[in-house]
């Protein structure tokens, strides 16, 4: 998952960070209520677990003005506040869940889990095909035509997000962000040697190519 965490205590911050990258997931942090409303607007996450007392604007407007908007991401807000009318008005201003602090991570994991799993159902896909290519998230297989192919961590999940976008420019820039959890280039050639593993463990042996570079753009996976 992709989780959105604004929270204004930095050290709390910081430790859901760790947490939820050792859980498997990854975690954006913004530290008061306007940044991380802006993030909420422009990106794209599983969840939004939203702090309610925060610097420049509280979690309630920000949960409030996503949904006048549109924006039917899960929101589970936290909050110091834990009295029945706090968790009522939380819910009543858009948000799917209501923990009080302090809190275990376990629950607030737990938590979030169901309401992606929620957001979901309709919609779950748990496998991949482009042309002969098949890529199942559950088992973490990868075949083609057949033949098993095995990917370490990190070229699976490229060759996931490359799946999920067939047949569409994928930029440098998506992939370090959305792979490698990057916001900013490192200038180093971590996507260069990672796609070029990548091709050779889906193209050797055999006919076509389905990993295409696109020059000056990025990257494309499409079964010609």
Known sequence: MKILVIEDDREAAG????????????????????????????????????????????????????RSTGNATPAL?????????????????????????????????????VLKRRAGAKDIETVYRVGDLELDRLSHAVRRDGREITLQPREFRLLEYLMRHAGQVVTRTMLLENVWDYHFDPQTNVIDVHISRLRGKIERGFDKPVLHTVRGAGYMLRAD
């Open 15 to 66: 430790f859901l960070k760790k947490a939820f990258a050792e859980a498997g997931h990854t975690a954006d942090i913004a530290p008061d209520g306007e940044s991380g409303f802006a993030l909420a607007e422009a990106g794209s996450y599983d969840v939004f677990v939203i702090d309610r007392m925060l610097p420049r604007r509280d979690g309630l407007s920000i949960i409030a003005e996503l």
């Open 77 to 113: 807000i936290l909050s110091a506040l834990g009295e029945v009318d706090d968790r009522v008005t939380g819910l009543r201003a858009g948000g799917d869940d209501y923990l009080t602090k302090p809190y275990a991570f376990s629950e607030l994991l737990a938590r979030i889990e």
